[in-house]
């Protein structure tokens, strides 16, 4: 009896077929972040995320990196924070740290400590922020940056 071999699927239309199995496979593993209450997703309410942004930035005015960043940084983390219905930081979770650059660890920690209070929210809220660190110890924050080059 002679082999039938099942006739393959154009080579786009494969792709596309993964790529829309692998963003449903995404989407529900995002559906599934939200475990606190107040949170939305992963990152928390992204209002919430950028009125804390403009707090730090409006806060540490000189420590702001202005334009658009290096190409290579010399540190990136990754910062969840959680704040009470007072504004008050009630802890720090890093999610990506910059082991290779602990100096910058410990003043990230202090900048959003001292920056306390933050904007009250209504409920307790977590967010999540991208903080991009350049050599020359200035940052921007991923919700705020001016890109880079």
């Not at 990506?96 to 001292?114: F, T, Y």
Request: charged share 20%.
């Amino acid at each position: 009896m002679p082999r039938m071999n099942p006739t393959p699927l154009h080579p786009i239309a494969d792709r596309r077929q993964l790529l829309a199995l692998g963003a449903a496979g995404a989407a529900t593993l995002m559906a599934g972040c939200s475990l606190l209450p107040g949170r939305h997703g992963a990152a928390g309410d992204p209002v919430y995320r950028r009125a804390a942004a403009n707090h730090l930035y409006a806060k540490y005015p000189d420590r702001i990196f202005k334009g658009k960043l290096p190409a290579m940084l010399y540190a990136i983390g990754v910062l969840e924070v959680m704040v009470d219905t007072n504004g008050r930081v009630l802890s720090l979770r890093w999610l990506r740290a910059p082991n290779h650059a602990p100096e910058v660890v410990s003043q990230i920690e202090r900048l959003v400590r001292q920056a306390a209070p933050f904007p009250a929210p209504s409920a307790r809220i977590g967010y999540i922020d991208t903080w991009l660190w350049d050599k020359s110890g200035r940052f921007q924050l991923d919700t705020l940056t001016e890109g880079q080059l």
